[in-house]
């Protein structure tokens, strides 16, 4: 079964720093991949998803961007980031019958 | 569009009773998936139960099961014989299309207090 490994766990960044998310997932190939996020108390907001090297859907137009140079790996990024970009963001991958599995999370505090 | 509705933010049960967490979704998909999520205060979201749209069994996984009603648009989650460690926040999900489908849409989720 496969593995989903995210870090760092918890993040605090200053107003217009960058970011770089890293996920990267054993024990599969050609996984589907996802990046959501959640604001305190509420659901899953889908931000990004992949189904090969290079292909990226974003969702919601924002700050953030997306990447995946190989097959398990999938990268959230951002060149400034803004107070609103602060939460919970999670990887996620799909397997049989498109269960989504996912990674620990990052807390991610804009300051 | 597909929606997923949870309208109870909050409940309570007392340890070894069975409760139901309430999911109705929306979709005009024949083909269709859904599944229930359990996330502890750890955050990390731990995957439950599955139930496809032509499975004519509810599914069961141990002491949850999901009560499947196609015609409602309903898909709750009981869980029998409560234990304090299932005191977390439940998601209901759901996502079209058999195979070709990526996008799981998630509900606002269900808070669940154990009472010892």
């Known amino acids: 079964s496969q593995t989903i490994h995210q870090w760092p766990a918890t993040l605090v960044q200053p107003v217009g720093s960058p970011l770089s998310l890293e996920c990267t997932v054993e024990?599969?190939?050609?996984?589907?991949l996802y990046w959501y996020r959640q604001a305190a108390g509420r659901g899953l907001q889908l931000l990004f998803y992949?189904?090969?090297?290079?292909?990226i859907s974003s969702e919601v137009p924002q700050n953030l961007s997306a990447s995946r140079p190989q097959d398990r790996q999938f990268i959230l990024s951002s060149k400034k980031l803004l107070l609103s970009d602060s939460g919970f963001y999670l990887c996620?991958?799909?397997?049989?019958?498109?269960?989504?599995?996912f990674g620990a999370g990052t807390r991610l505090s804009v300051l | 569009a597909q929606k997923i509705t949870q309208t109870q933010p909050g409940m309570f049960v007392q340890e070894k009773e069975a409760v139901t967490l309430d999911c109705t979704y929306d979709?005009?998909?024949?083909?269709?998936?859904l599944f229930w999520y359990k996330q502890p205060s750890s955050g990390e979201m731990i995957f439950l139960i599955y139930?496809?749209?032509?499975?004519?069994q509810n599914a069961t996984e141990g002491r949850y099961s999901l009560n499947f009603q196609k015609a409602r648009k309903s898909a709750n989650l009981v869980i029998s014989a409560s234990q304090l460690g299932d005191s977390a926040m439940y998601f209901c999900?759901?996502?079209?299309?058999?195979?070709?489908?990526?996008?799981?849409?998630f509900g606002a989720g269900t808070r669940l207090f154990v009472k010892a």
């Open positions: 024990g599969t190939s050609n996984p589907n």
């Open positions: 999900a759901m996502r079209e299309g058999n195979t070709g489908g990526f996008k799981t849409i």
């Open positions: 996620a991958c799909s397997g049989a019958k498109n269960i989504q599995y």
């Open positions: 992949s189904v090969g090297i290079g292909q």
């Open positions: 979709t005009s998909d024949q083909s269709y998936g």
């Open positions: 139930q496809g749209s032509y499975d004519e």
